[in-house]
């Protein structure tokens, strides 16, 4: 069975930080890229980083650039994004997903077929 499990979430001011896990199974995880994507009460989803976990390849969206960090932990089956001066717009829920291939997917949702159950972020002013 696959899963994809967030953890990390919560509760933090602004310009604090915050640490989300995904933790992965069901499937050969180096031969998947995975992602992390966000939804905004009443906005759209959108994504925010991913990373080719075979060989560290990443991706980040342009407002997240110099603030969120992605990597990979294959022993563990395991992808973090450590978020550092977070802003009230990071406000979400985060989710992480799985997509096979490279890092030529980036974030297009279409691509990603695994898909966790997200976990909530908040960022208080």
């Known amino acids: 069975e696959v899963q994809l499990v967030e953890s990390g979430g919560g509760l933090v001011q602004a310009g604090g930080s915050l640490r989300l896990s995904c933790a992965a199974s069901g499937f050969r995880f180096d031969e998947y890229v995975i992602g992390w994507f966000r939804q905004a009460p009443g906005k759209e989803r959108e994504g925010v980083s991913c990373i080719e976990t075979i060989n560290g390849m990443t991706y980040y969206k342009g407002s997240v650039k110099g603030r969120f960090t992605i990597s990979s932990d294959n022993a563990k089956n395991t992808v973090y994004l450590e978020m550092n001066s977070l802003k009230p717009e990071d406000t979400a829920v985060y989710y992480c997903?799985?997509?096979?291939?490279?890092?030529?997917?980036?974030?297009?949702?279409?691509?990603?077929?695994?898909w966790g159950q997200g976990t909530q972020v908040t960022v208080s002013s």
């Open positions: 997903a799985a997509a096979q291939g490279s890092i030529l997917v980036a974030l297009d949702e279409e691509d990603y077929e695994f």
